[in-house]
C-alpha cells in the first residue's frame, strides 16, 4: 500500500511487515527518510532534519546555508555539485554535465510497469501490487530519470526501476546509470548505526556463492562482474546486515539485481558514518548514447527488509522468486526426475549407449532423459561445431527424433543441451560469417573453450539462432532444453560500429549491455515459441544464476561440481536468495569428477533431493543394492517433492561455520516438515546431539520418523527450542532426514 502524506512531499510504502519511507525534500530533493520494520501509515510528522554542514562542506544554494547537500540521504544522487559521496549516474546533454535533479512530479497507480526488452517481476495476478513513480528533472540540462517502486506487499519486497530520458534536441552521453541508490538512514548513534556488514556471494567455476561478510568500515567495498554474464565470481545479490544478524534474528536490507551481464554493487560508508548502497550496470564496461526523444531502462533492482535474520530475507526473495519471476506455467509445476549423460559419457557416446542410460534410468524411476554436449555437428571434443545444430550422424545414425522416439518408447520424457550463443571458428557457420561473432577489428578473436560469442547485438545473428534452435527442439519435440553458455567475454565489439570516432567508443561500451538486451530476446522468443518445454539455464554450472535469467528458464544447474560436501556449501550459499526449486542437483558417480573424493550414496541422494533431483552418471554400473536404493530414493522424492519443490525452505545449520549441515523443508500450513542433516567428518566420543528446529508452528505435536518409521512425539515449541534428538551412526558422510507430520 502507498500512503501520500505531508500535503503530497511524504510518501510511505508500506508492505505487510516494512516501510520504506520517501520525502521531497527542501520540495526539491527526492529524499530517503526510513526503510525497516513497519510503522504506522499516519506518522504524518516525519520529518528528515539533517545534521549541521561541517567546515569544508559546499551548499547549493547560497541563500541557505544551514545544510549541505552531503548531509541528505538521497534516492538518486548527482554529483560533483557538493555531495561528495558517490552518484548514482553520469551523464553530459551537448557536452554539459548533468548536475541537478529535482522532483518535478509524481504519480501513482495500480501494477507495475513493463520494463521494454528487461526481465522484472510480474504482477502474476496479484491484486496489492502498486507502483509509485517521480519524474526528476535537471533545470538545465534535457536529462529526466524516472524512478519507480513498485510494491509487492506479501514479499515484503520493492522493486525499483530507473529510466532516463532525453528530452533535448542532441544525444544524451550516460556514463553510468545505476538501478538504485539508498541512503540508509539507522537510528541510533556510534556503533548503532556505524558497522555494518556487506553479505555478499563469492567463488569460482564449481566454487560458486560461498557466503562472505565483511565490515565496511571506511570507503566503499564493490562487488561486480565484467565477465558479460553475472557470474561465478560474484552474484548480483547481496545484503547489509548488522554483525549480530544471525539466520534466525537480526537486520538485513537486501538487493538483488534482475539481470544477467556486467554489474556492480557498492556499499560506501561516508563521514557521517551513514551507508550509501547503490548497484545496477557495471559503469567500468557500459556506456551508453540516448538519441533525442529516446529512453534508455536500467536493469530492475528488488529490496527487501527482514528483522527475522537472513532466514525472513530468504523468505522473501524466495515468495518473489515463485510468485513474480518465474514463468507463470513453471512457478507451481513439479519438476521430474531427470538423468543426463554428460559425466557418464562426455563426447564418447553413441545410440545404443544412450538407450542403455535411460533404460535402466526409466526402471529406477527417472522420468526425463537429457542429451548433453555432443550430439551435433563433428563434435568428438569441444574444440568444433557449435553454432551447426544438425545431428552428428556417425553417433546417432537414426537422426534426433528418432532417438526421441526410443526414448519416449521407454516412457521418458526426452531433453536436449545446446549453447545458443557460441560459435566454434572450426564450424560452417563461423566459416559462413566470420563477422556474426563478438570482436575487435586489429585484435585477436580471443578464445575461451576454443569458442566465440556471437554478437547477439545484431538481428539478423539472433535470427538465425532462434529458427536453428526453435528448428531443431521441434524436430525432436523436447520436452526440456538445457541452455549453456561456457565462456566469459573477452575482446568483445561488434563488426556493426558506427563510423564516426566518438560513437564508435560509446559503442563499444554499449555493446555488453546490447548483447544482454539480445539475450533476453532469444530467450523469450525461443521460451515463446516452444511455451511447453522445461528450460534449464547453465553457464558452465552457475554462472549465470541470475533473477533475470529465471524469468525465462525456471531452473538452473547449481554447479558443475557435484561432489555432495562441496555441494552442501554451493546450495546453501544459493538458497540465500533463490528457493530450491530453481536448483538443478545431481547424483554423481564416486570418485567424484570435480573433487576425486568418494562419499556414500546416501548422502549424495539426500544433498541432490534437496531441490531439484537428477542424476549424472551411468546407472548401468549400479551394483543391486546401489539400484534398489536410488529406486526407493526415487519413489521417497515423488511423494515428497512438492512438499521440497514447493514448502518454505530455512537453513537449519551452516556448511561455512563446520562440520554440520542442516535444512528443514515446511509445507504451508506447518503440518508437514522434513529435516535434512550432514555431517561431513565423523566423530567419536561426540555427546549428545540434537538440531535445533525453525519455521514450525508451536502448538502442533509433530510425529518424528525415520525411513518412515515413527520414533517420538515432539511439540513444535520444543523441537525449535530443546531440539530434534539426534543419534547418528559413526563414518564420514552422515545423512539423515526426518520426517514431521502433524499427530491428528
Ligand atoms: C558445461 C556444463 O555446466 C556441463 O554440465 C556440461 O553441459 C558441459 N558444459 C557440456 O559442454
Known sequence: ??????????????????????????????????????????????????????????????????????????????????????????????????????????????????????????????????????????SLTSFEAILSYSVFEEADLIARNTTIRNTGSSPLDILSAYSFSVDLQLPGSGADRENLELLSLHGAWARERSIVRQAVKAGRVEIESVRGISGHFTSPNCAVVRPDTTERSGEAWAFALVYSGDWR?????????????????????????????GSFVCPEALLTYSNEGLSGMSRNFHTMVLKHILPVAWASRPRPILINNWEATYFNFDEEKLLSIAKKAKELGVELFVVDDGWFGKRNDDSTSLGDW???????????????????????????????????????????????????????????RNQLILDLTREEVRDEIVRRIVSVLSICRADYVKWDMNRPFSHAGSALLPPNDFYRRMYQKEIRHRYALGLYDIMRRITRALPDVLFEGCAGGGGRMDMGVLQYMPQYWTSDNTDAFARLAIQYGTSLFFPPVVMGNHVSAVPNHQTLRS????????????????????????????????????????????????????????????????????????????????????????????????????????????????????????LMRRGLPLSPSRGDGEALCFELSAKD
Open 1 to 138: 500500500m502507498i500512503y501520500i502524506l505531508n500535503s503530497d512531499s511524504l510518501f510511505h510504502l508500506a508492505t505487510r511487515r516494512t516501510s520504506y519511507v520517501l520525502g521531497i525534500y527542501k520540495k526539491r530533493w527526492l529524499s530517503h527518510y526510513y526503510w525497516g520494520l513497519g510503522i504506522e501509515p499516519d506518522s504524518h510528522a516525519m520529518e528528515f532534519v539533517p545534521a549541521e554542514p561541517s567546515a569544508y562542506e559546499v551548499t547549493d544554494d547560497n541563500t541557505d546555508k544551514s545544510f549541505s547537500l552531503n548531509r541528505v540521504p538521497l534516492e538518486y544522487p548527482y554529483g560533483l555539485a557538493g555531495d561528495f559521496r558517490s552518484p548514482a549516474f553520469e551523464a553530459f546533454s551537448a557536452g554539459r554535465a548533468v548536475l541537478d535533479l529535482s522532483v518535478a512530479s509524481w504519480r501513482v497507480y495500480a501494477g507495475r510497469p513493463e520494463l521494454p526488452g528487461l526481465p522484472c517481476a510480474c504482477v502474476n495476478g496479484a491484486a496489492d501490487v502498486q507502483t509509485l513513480e517521480f519524474t526528476l528533472a535537471d
Open 265 to 293: 554493487i557498492a556499499c560506501e560508508r561516508n563521514e557521517e558514518g551513514n551507508y550509501r548502497i547503490q548497484g545496477g550496470l557495471n559503469p567500468s564496461t557500459f556506456a551508453w548514447c540516448l538519441e533525442p526523444g
Open 390 to 448: 544438425t545431428i552428428d550422424e556417425a553417433k546417432l545414425p537414426g537422426g534426433l527424433s528418432a532417438l526421441a522416439d526410443k526414448v519416449r518408447g521407454l516412457g521418458l520424457l526426452f531433453g536436449l543441451w545446446v549453447e545458443p550463443e557460441m560459435v566454434s571458428p572450426d564450424s560452417d557457420l563461423y566459416r559462413a560469417h566470420p563477422d556474426w561473432c563478438l570482436h575487435m577489428e586489429g585484435r585477436p578473436r580471443s578464445e575461451s
Open 599 to 718: 562419499t556414500p550414496i546416501k548422502a549424495r541422494s539426500l544433498v541432490a533431493m534437496s531441490g531439484n533431483l537428477g542424476y549424472e552418471l551411468d546407472p548401468t554400473r549400479f551394483s543391486d543394492e546401489e539400484s534398489q536404493e536410488i529406486k526407493s530414493a526415487n519413489a521417497w522424492y515423488k511423494a515428497h517433492r512438492e512438499l521440497i519443490q514447493f514448502g518454505r525452505f530455512l537453513r537449519l545449520a551452516s556448511p561455512f561455520e563446520g562440520n554440520y549441515s542442516s535444512w528443514i523443508f515446511v509445507s504451508g500450513d506447518k503440518r508437514k516438515a522434513l529435516v535434512f542433516w550432514f555431517r561431513v567428518l565423523s566423530k567419536v566420543n561426540h555427546g549428545r546431539e540434537s538440531i535445533l528446529l525453525n519455521g514450525l508452528e508451536e502448538n502442533i505435536l509433530y510425529v518424528v520418523a525415520i525411513d518412515g518409521k515413527p520414533v517420538r512425539e515432539l511439540s513444535g515449541s520444543e
